[in-house]
């Protein structure tokens, strides 16, 4: 079952343009995690977003943490293809559990 | 180097052949945690512990064991693997979960025949 809903799934886009990622669930979560993974390596953390409507910024990527702590978006601002990669959204639980979204694949031509 | 190192980082096998991929990390984080990742269904957790002798299932747990005897160390066991077991495995350790940046290995790709 998968708990967290990530989308979408594929993208691919034109250098230039402007993206947003989607991760939703039913559940309540304590933090969520934005990672990005190269292909044949492990996943590189991006952000933590913590408080229920909290907005992160790093460089052009914009975080968002839902209001109640049960969705988060990821939106990328002028798209570089240096974003090309494999960007994954993860739930905590307080136990100590992590769940991760599907993952969504980001092409971006130059 | 701060950094999580797993072995092998492939490994082709056959059905029922017990096999152990290795994890350790080298900075004194008490979370560990094993993921497979297969196309489509990104990150799927195995097992995870919160520390030494602390152990719980993750999403998939079944046909794999754990161990945690060492802070450091936290060995994926296949008692007896599976073609459906055929994966990319990831070890992973942070000091929170989900708090704090979770540091990843370099995956083990796994193929059982």
């Known amino acids: 079952t998968q708990l967290l809903e990530q989308s979408p799934q594929f993208l691919s886009i034109q250098e230039g343009e402007n993206l947003t990622v989607y991760c939703n669930s039913s559940?309540?979560?304590?933090?969520l995690q934005w990672y990005r993974q190269e292909p044949g390596e492990g996943p590189v953390l991006l952000v933590t977003?913590?408080?229920?409507?909290e907005v992160k910024k790093l460089k052009r990527l914009t975080f968002q943490f839902g209001d109640a702590r049960k969705d988060s978006s990821l939106h990328i601002t002028a798209a570089q293809p240096g974003d090309t990669g494999l960007y994954l959204c993860?739930?905590?639980?307080?136990?100590?559990?992590?769940?991760f979204g599907q993952g969504t694949t980001l092409q971006v031509k130059p | 180097e701060a950094q999580v190192t797993q072995n092998p980082r492939y490994l082709i096998t056959v059905t029922g052949k017990k096999l152990t991929v290795t994890c350790s990390q080298n900075m004194n984080h008490e979370y560990m945690s094993w993921y497979r990742q297969d196309p489509g269904l990104g990150l799927r957790q195995i097992y995870y512990s919160m520390n030494v002798e602390v152990t719980d299932k993750g999403d998939v747990p079944e046909g794999y064991k754990v161990s945690r005897k060492e802070k450091r160390n936290f060995p994926l066991i296949l008692e007896s693997p599976s073609p459906n077991q055929t994966s990319l495995y990831f070890c992973a350790s942070s000091f929170w979960p989900g708090h704090e940046e979770q540091y990843f290995g370099p995956g083990t790709r796994l193929t059982v025949t």
């Open positions: 977003v913590v408080t229920g409507g």
């Open positions: 559940s309540v979560f304590s933090s």
């Open positions: 993860a739930g905590a639980r307080n136990t100590g559990k992590l769940i």
